[in-house]
């Protein structure tokens, strides 16, 4: 084997940067502070990656709305204070429909346009999602909810290894398709460890008549421990290979972080070799790693003028 960049090396073994930039685009999830020590730690987040032009930046809603009040003072901050262009979650939990018209308005009011509409996980301590009387069943109704209001632009969820609630995988791109249907134009997924897994997901998905972008979601990891928790509630599968490659590593950050910046890096290359252009990032509100493997696909400071 020929090592990246010598002569008769494989165009596959060399990085895809080498000799120029990749046209990708990114963005970048945050979620809400819970303390003034966490607020000054979000807005170094946003400074450091803002330079990197992002194409929205999301900030999540919490279990029950636990974080209405917060979610959107961050996320009209960011529209009013910066350059980037904000998305806030919104999802069906605990809520009436009165309620969420009410999130709604507040948002389109702050000069909003970009919701990420979900059912929303259940409420700790419980098992199942329970719609609230008054409210909505699902995502599709949010979502055509939402687009009677006001045109948003809507973006959704997708399970590439199945939602842990679906009947079965058809039912789990049934619904995606109904979502579609109902407004969305753009589906980012859950994270994923294996590009496999996103790409199978893409071609069942298209094949089904979902038009419109699916976008990998990507966790680089900060914590096995809360990666094996994050995975238990969503359906994620942690592969045998991952384990082991961070076992022992919890009171590590250093050793640990090398290994998960070549994680996420390689899965990028490898989803940007099969012509993958938009990648979303879940940053859990920390900057360092994220733009070191954006760095690595080519994504640079694009310019000066982004503030924040």
């Not at 809520?95 to 059912?119: D, F």
């Not at 109704?141 to 679906?166: Q, R, W």
């Not at 009171?251 to 989803?271: G, H």
């Amino acid at each position: 084997m020929k090592l990246p960049g010598q002569k008769g090396a494989r165009k596959e073994d060399r990085p895809l940067t080498v000799g120029g930039s990749s046209p990708l685009q990114v963005s970048f999830e945050f979620f809400p502070p819970a303390s003034e020590a966490a607020t000054k730690k979000l807005w170094a987040t946003l400074e450091r990656l803002a330079p990197l032009d992002p194409s929205f930046v999301s900030v999540t809603y919490g279990a029950g709305g636990s974080t209405r009040k917060a979610t959107h003072d961050v996320v009209a901050r960011i529209r009013r204070e910066t350059n980037l262009e904000p998305a806030a979650h919104l999802t069906c939990v605990g809520a009436t429909k009165g309620e969420i018209e009410e999130v709604a308005n507040a948002y389109w009011e702050a000069g909003v346009r970009h919701i990420v509409a979900l059912r929303g996980d259940p409420p700790k301590g419980e098992d199942t999602f329970k719609p609230h009387p008054d409210g909505f069943a699902g995502s599709v109704e949010l979502i055509e909810f939402l687009k009677k209001m006001h045109d948003f632009e809507i973006t959704v969820g997708c399970y590439p290894e199945i939602h842990p609630e679906a009947k079965s995988s058809q039912a789990d791109l049934d619904y995606l398709k109904r979502k579609i249907d109902a407004g969305a134009t753009r589906a980012i997924t859950q994270f994923f460890f294996e590009p496999e897994s996103y790409l199978n997901f893409v071609e069942r998905a298209a094949a089904q008549g979902v038009d419109v972008p699916i976008v990998p979601g990507i966790l680089p990891i900060t914590s096995y421990s809360r990666i094996k928790q994050f995975s238990d509630m969503c359906g994620a599968q942690v592969p045998a290979w991952l384990t082991h490659l961070f076992e022992g590593l919890e009171n590590d950050p250093a050793t640990r972080d090398y290994n998960a910046a070549i994680v996420a890096s390689e899965l990028c290359r490898r989803l940007q070799y099969e012509g993958v252009k938009n990648f979303h990032f879940y940053t859990l509100n920390r900057a360092d790693l994220v733009y070191g493997v954006c760095h690595s696909m080519g994504v640079r400071p694009q310019s000066s003028s982004i503030e924040v």
